[in-house]
């Protein structure tokens, strides 16, 4: 809660006792100001009248600003303050510019909270962009499980953590289908070489080289069947 303080000087002329109420710049103009209780006592002074008045629109807006807890408790303090004036103690209207400055200072703390928010969500986000597009990337290679089960935990996500554990599955998963498409390709290029070795006595090609790569393997394979075509046909 809000506390305030009761000024020495509670009573006097007009003039010398009005407390000094001005809207801070700061103060937003709300989309839906609050209800701010109005001082109620058979005796009420005008120049407290006057200075609900002027400090009602600005505490209407600064509470309308305010979300949850903070604005729970802002207006609790500007309840309680109402129902000090409304007990006879006139003087605590002296208190509203501080409660004014309390309620100001409460919004900028929630806006600097908010805009922290936005910075995370966005970081979020950028994270559970980049990894989409690697899932997706990695597509052909994970099963179509995988890539529903890695999808659904990537949206269920709600920090980074979580969104590196599906980043570093992805990889996983990746890396392994690499490793099993390298493996079937070594089998490849084994299978390749020996039928090359095996028909290079009937036709005079010359042995395979086993410093030579796959790509020279398959490219000399196609040759050998090109030319086996040419003397097969009449």
């Known amino acids: 809660m809000i506390q305030t303080k009761a000024r020495p000087r509670s009573r006097g ?107 995370a969500r966005r970081a979020l986000d950028n994270a559970r962009r980049s990894v989409g597009d690697l899932l997706r990337d990695a597509g052909p290679r994970l099963t179509p499980e995988a890539s529903a089960r890695l999808n659904r935990a990537l949206r269920s996500a709600t920090d980074e953590s979580e969104i590196d554990a599906v980043a570093s599955e992805v990889r996983g998963g990746v890396d392994s289908a690499k490793v099993v498409e390298e493996r079937r390709r070594d089998r490849e290029i084994t299978r390749t070489r020996s039928r090359i070795e095996r028909s290079s006595p009937k036709n005079g090609a010359p042995a395979a080289d086993p410093t030579e790569t796959w790509q020279d393997v398959l490219r000399r394979l196609q040759e050998q069947m090109v030319e086996e075509e040419q003397a097969a046909s009449p």
């Open 13 to 119: 002329p007009v003039g010398a006792a009005f407390p000094v109420i001005v809207r801070p710049s700061g103060v937003p103009r709300a989309s839906a100001p609050a209800d701010i209780p109005e001082p109620e006592h058979h005796h009420l002074p005008a120049w407290v009248r006057r200075a609900h008045a002027k400090a009602g629109p600005i505490l209407a807006d600064l509470a309308g600003s305010l979300e949850g807890d903070a604005r729970t408790e802002f207006l609790r303090s500007v309840s309680d303050l109402t129902a000090r004036i409304s007990s006879g103690k006139f003087s605590q209207a002296f208190q509203y510019p501080q409660l004014i400055e309390a309620g100001l200072a409460m919004v900028q703390e929630q806006h600097k909270e908010q805009e922290e928010a936005q910075r």
